[in-house]
């Protein structure tokens, strides 16, 4: 099936009078083809010390590639003086397509008409493997007399077509077949084309983008072929400041997705449409679609024919580069994958070309089992966020190679080389730091909260309060999936251990929370004298713990990747800030309660009072304990002993 029918089935029949043509002059290659098979059928038939005819050179230059054709001379027998030829009925449907064919250019010539009607119902009615001599000799025969032959009406459809060509006085405009066009038109067909040659290196040797332009009355006429699927064809019309897009395509998703891409350049879109067209992809449903543009001048108009051209690229093989991204991430993210690659200009083509999803299991085999286990998604271990920024980093490693002609070789090694990375920069630290931001969120919503007296306003006590429990509730899940992770993964065991520890802090200060909450209620007298100094001081030394445990998870978690010294220096002056803090912590503790025994005499508010510098200040010896833990685990990674 070619692309004809369906730029036809879209409605713009003057783009095929060349295309046309030149699908017919090929036809009339196979077809001579075709019948230089059948006359050496005869020959071999006839007499069986007759020399194989080499048609290799026919072959080749009619672009034919099937075996089974070449072999029919050799299989063919002759009885009596009928030809028996097998696979005749497969060569008799070619013979019938190629002339339709070739006869399309000059449908509205009778004779031709006529006479191709004619041969294609005489066709039809052969038997399925034998020639009588008659039948060969209506096939075959080159003689002009009373009786008109295939061969003949084959000989002069070629003149027919050869002097329509002529007429047709195509030229080239960068890459674009063009014919009867407008000086007014040159330069819109070539800012289309800027975009398509922009891009054109990224679908590699795939076929495709072949562009035509006519004029049709008052509009100029663009049609790209995309890739080499019937369906999917795109024409655009543009008549004065005004561009019309109508799209085709198989893949509902696809055309969501270049309906997306489109709108960058300001497309609006109707409703799609569903349509089935008999011969037209055998029959299965296809999607088209219209865009229009409306632009305010003519540089308006060539920027946006060449924004248009510039994103057709990124069609071709998009279902199969999805199917493939699906292997990895999920439904959603795999379609997100390809339009950012788009937007990048950087294409999913070599990705699939260096090997696509085995680009990726490859690296995470690589890495082994304390990363990866068989059967593992990438989104799985990165997530989703990171899984799509490796795979459209990747995809950008492969495109830079693949231009520059490196060996595959080097994009699978570079591919893990980058997961590696992945890997250190978004591995169990990440898990930690976030734990660690609930930590700080907690001991920051407290310290903020004796700062405007939350402990006197019931209400805005009790609402932190309920803050502080669901992120106590949510450090509480990440030590549930470090758990889970350190069953299957042996490095994860001592990270799900150092989570552990670091909950206490989160449990500590959401209790604290809690006891502020009630210490905001009306049933004690509240906090007199030097009671709320001396809290507040206790909070703010707090806080700063936490903030230096921040600091220090975010600096070695750079460790053993090109780490410097002032980076050591950094993490270590960290964690003594940690430890000062923990003991300055036991002193406020000390001052809180000296003051509270001063000036607190109902024993609810003493209560509640103390057992909230008490939450406070055991956060800071939790922390101390998940600094220590983690300064082992830093140590590990430069090699440096205990």
């Not at 509730?473 to 490095?491: G, H």
């Not at 936490?546 to 053993?560: K, N, S």
Request: aromatic fraction near 6%; proline fraction near 2%.
């Amino acid at each position: 099936m070619e692309k004809l029918e369906a730029v036809a089935s879209l409605g713009q029949t003057e783009l095929l009078r060349p295309a046309r043509v030149r699908a017919a002059l090929a036809a009339n290659d196979r077809l001579k083809l075709y019948l230089s098979v059948l006359q050496a059928a005869h020959d071999r038939a006839t007499r069986s010390d007759a020399p194989a005819l080499d048609l290799s050179r026919e072959f080749a230059a009619a672009g034919v590639d099937a075996p089974w054709l070449a072999q029919l001379p050799a299989n063919a027998y002759r009885e009596g003086k009928v030809l028996h030829v097998p696979e005749l009925a497969r060569l008799v449907t070619l013979f019938g397509e190629d002339l339709r064919t070739m006869a399309r250019p000059l449908e509205d010539d009778p004779d031709f008409d006529g006479r191709a009607g004619h041969w294609c119902a005489w066709l039809d009615q052969l038997a399925p493997d034998a020639l009588t001599g008659e039948q060969l000799h209506a096939l075959t025969s080159a003689k002009r007399t009373r009786d008109d032959s295939l061969h003949l009406l084959v000989m002069d459809l070629h003149k027919a077509l050869n002097r329509l060509a002529a007429e047709l006085s195509s030229e080239t405009l960068d890459g674009a077949h063009v014919w009867q066009i407008a000086d007014a038109d040159r330069p819109r067909i070539a800012a289309f084309m800027r975009g398509v040659n922009a891009t054109r290196a990224l679908k590699l040797d795939h076929p495709g983008l072949d562009t035509a332009a006519t004029r049709d009355g008052a509009r100029l006429l663009l049609q790209n072929d995309i890739g080499t699927n019937d369906a999917h064809v795109l024409v655009i019309q543009v008549e004065g400041l005004h561009v019309s897009l109508t799209y085709s395509d198989l893949h509902r998703r696809r055309f969501t997705f270049f309906q997306s891409l489109l709108c960058e350049v300001g497309a609006s879109w109707s409703e799609p449409q569903a349509r089935t067209s008999a011969g037209l992809n055998f029959g299965a449903t296809y999607y088209v679609g219209t865009a229009d543009f409306a632009c305010a001048d003519e540089d308006a108009l060539c920027a946006t024919l060449e924004g248009i051209g510039a994103r057709i690229v990124f069609l071709i093989d998009w279902n199969r580069a999805r199917k493939r991204l699906e292997m990895l991430v999920g439904k959603t993210d795999a379609v997100a994958i390809l339009s950012e690659a788009a937007r990048r200009h950087v294409g999913h083509m070599a990705w699939l070309a260096a090997g696509a999803e085995t680009l990726a299991f490859g690296a995470m085999q690589a890495l082994g089992a304390d990363y990866f286990r068989i059967g593992d998604r990438l989104d799985g271990v990165l997530g989703s966020e990171k899984a799509r920024a490796f795979v459209l980093d990747s995809m950008a490693l492969a495109t830079s190679a693949l231009q520059q002609r490196q060996p595959l070789a080097l994009v699978t090694d570079d591919t893990r080389l980058l997961l590696a990375r992945y890997l250190q920069r978004h591995d169990e630290f990440d898990l930690l730091a976030e734990h660690a931001a609930y930590c700080h969120a907690l001991a920051e919503g407290l310290r903020d909260g004796l700062a405007h007296g939350h402990e006197r306003d019931r209400k805005a006590a009790r609402a932190f309060a309920e803050r502080a429990k669901d992120w106590e509730r949510r450090a509480d899940q990440l030590v549930m999936d470090a758990r889970a992770r350190a069953e299957t993964r042996p490095r994860w065991e001592a990270f799900a251990e150092l989570v552990e520890t670091a909950d206490d802090v989160a449990d500590a200060l959401e209790e604290a929370a809690f006891l502020l909450s009630l210490i905001a209620a009306d049933h004690h007298q509240g906090w007199r004298g030097e009671v709320h100094q001396s809290m507040q001081l206790l909070a703010d030394a707090v806080l700063g713990a936490a903030q230096d445990h921040v600091r220090a998870l975010e600096i070695a978690r750079g460790f053993g990747d090109h780490a410097s010294a002032e980076d050591h220096e950094e993490f270590v002056a960290a964690l003594w800030r940690v430890l000062n803090a923990e003991r300055q912590c036991d002193v406020l503790l000390r001052d809180v309660r000296r003051a509270l025994a001063e000036h607190v005499s109902d024993a609810a508010t003493l209560n509640l009072s103390t057992d909230f510098a008490q939450a406070l200040e055991s956060a800071t010896d939790w922390l101390l304990a998940t600094g220590y833990g983690l300064r082992r685990l830093a140590f590990s990674r430069v090699g440096v002993g205990q």
